[in-house]
Nanobody
Framework: QVQLVESGGGLVQAGGSLQLSCAAS????????MAWFRQAPGKERTFVAA????????YYADSVKGRFTISRDNAKNTVYLQMNSLKPEDTAVYYC???????????????????WGEGTQVTVSS
């Protein structure tokens, strides 16, 4: 099992920045990829960004490309999401997700991730 704990959410004005962190614990040696998803009120959960744990390959949703950066610190078992040029439409609960190796998967499909954090609220005011 892997446990994930997010932190770093908050209230920020449009154009501002926030950095989210997701600390993993437990069987972290088995991690293959980690990702961030978000869910705005009344909407479905959507993919934001993903990173392969060993190679560091990154993937982004079109809506955040050029503004958000996902990174990881393997020694700390932590993944980060640096969010710049925030917009009111970025307001959502942000969830960290992780999966182990094995099987086929799509990096942007939530159902393919086995472990989830509780989420952290990000609110961007206009």
């Amino acid at each position: 099992q892997v446990q994930l704990v997010e932190s770093g959410g908050g209230l920020v004005q449009a154009g501002g920045s926030l950095q989210l962190s997701c600390a993993a614990s437990g069987r972290t040696f088995s991690l293959y990829a980690m990702a961030w998803f978000r869910q705005a009120p009344g909407k479905e959960r959507t993919f934001v960004a993903a990173i392969k744990w060993i190679r560091g390959t990154t993937y982004y949703a079109d809506s955040v490309k050029g503004r958000f950066t996902i990174s990881r610190d393997n020694a700390k078992n932590t993944v980060y999401l640096q969010m710049n040029s925030l917009k009111p439409e970025d307001t959502a609960v942000y969830y960290c997700a992780a999966r182990n190796a094995g099987g086929t998967y799509s990096y942007d499909r939530g159902i393919d991730y086995s472990y989830w954090g509780e989420g952290t609220q990000v609110t961007v005011s206009s």
